[in-house]
């Protein structure tokens, strides 16, 4: 989203370059992890549209933010992890599903991740994403790491959409998080639980689906993060366009070909959304942010705001995160009550 960032000694590691580019299934529902020996490996993998090759699993990661450092808890890797960076404005860590991976693992650092932290943690592989940690303009890159020795694997919601480009989203978000747990699968030789984490994650889709709002009485919905002066909102290939389009709304953005982006006021206000959905997280509230909805004098006439229709999200379920699909849940049937169906 915003930069945030969190990598074998991956010269020795990595075959070929390493550019850019789950709730926790209980323990009766867990197949058991194929091993992880000589037999599995080599493997190779696709992200971000870059081939990666392993010669055997990552020993000492370091995750950067709170859905990339879940997805790894959910998958059961807290072994593999050296740590992870995230600040402290993430909201509740301890009712999640996999709460025990917070206490098996180190928390590194609550400040943004740089490559002195991945050094001093002995890292192999930095798993984050461009603007969820890699960004050039703070020389945190896989390219930077690579120099020193250290691997890089990219959140896939923040693959990066053309060369050169900045502008990030390659495939639907719901897509983007299954391709990391099947990558990640396959690198760690845990397969057979990726696999059934998406399974189950795709029955929670589809159970929400079948009770959502369909067709005319599907509300406009519109995503704000922050910002005062322009929002910064989601576009089509954020999760918070699955997160809304399943849980029966019509995502205002969708026609943003961006993960997360600034876009002008007059645009929301044209929109007209029915329900805004706010991001929490961070020094400002949600109450100050929905404070800020309604008072701000350009909105007074936006539906949402005439009809008192916002929605609260923790920013853990609106990002990259195995708490997605319980997000389309939850929004689903605040959709439904909100709209009186």
């Not at 969190?6 to 010269?11: G, N, R, S």
């Not at 930095?126 to 896989?142: L, M």
């Not at 920013?315 to 929004?331: G, K, T």
């Amino acid at each position: 989203m915003r930069t945030r960032t969190l990598t074998l000694p991956f010269a020795a590691l990595l075959l070929t370059s390493l550019t850019a580019c789950g709730a926790q299934v209980t323990d009766d529902a867990k197949p058991a992890a194929k091993p992880s020996g000589d037999a599995h490996y080599p493997v190779t993998i696709t992200n971000c549209g870059e081939k990666q090759a392993y010669p055997k699993a990552p020993q000492r990661v370091v995750t950067n933010d709170v859905g990339i450092t879940e997805i790894m808890f959910a998958l059961g890797l807290e072994k593999h992890m050296a740590g992870f960076v995230m600040p402290d404005d993430k909201g509740d860590l301890t009712s999640v599903p996999w709460k025990d991976g917070y206490a098996k693992t180190k928390w590194l650092s609550k400040k943004q991740i740089n490559k002195e932290m991945a050094l001093d943690a002995r890292a192999d592989l930095v798993f984050a994403g461009w603007n969820y940690g890699f960004n050039e303009g703070e020389g945190f890159t896989p390219a930077d790491l690579k120099k020193v020795g250290i691997g890089s694997y990219l959140l896939s919601e923040s693959c990066r959409n053309g060369v050169g480009a900045q502008s990030r989203g390659v495939m639907p978000p719901l897509d983007a998080l299954y391709a990391d747990l099947r990558n990640l699968g396959r690198v760690f030789a845990v397969e057979d639980r990726a696999e059934a984490l998406i399974t189950k994650f795709r029955k929670q889709v589809a159970d929400a689906e079948a009770k959502a709002l369909k067709g005319a009485d599907r509300p406009r919905v519109f995503l704000y993060d922050a910002g005062t002066d322009k929002p910064f909102t989601s576009g089509l290939y954020a999760a918070p366009h699955d997160i809304i389009t399943r849980a029966g709304g019509d995502h205002v953005m969708k026609d943003l070909k961006d993960s997360w982006a600034t876009v002008g006021w007059e645009t929301v206000v044209e929109r007209d959304p029915e329900v805004i959905v706010i991001n929490n997280y961070g020094d400002t509230t949600a109450e100050q942010k929905r404070s800020f909805l309604k008072s701000y004098a350009p909105l007074k006439n936006v539906s949402a705001i005439k009809n008192d229709r916002i929605v609260v999200l923790d920013y853990a379920e609106l990002v990259e995160s195995p708490r997605n699909p319980e997000a389309i849940a939850s929004l689903a049937t605040d959709l439904r009550k909100l709209m009186g169906r």
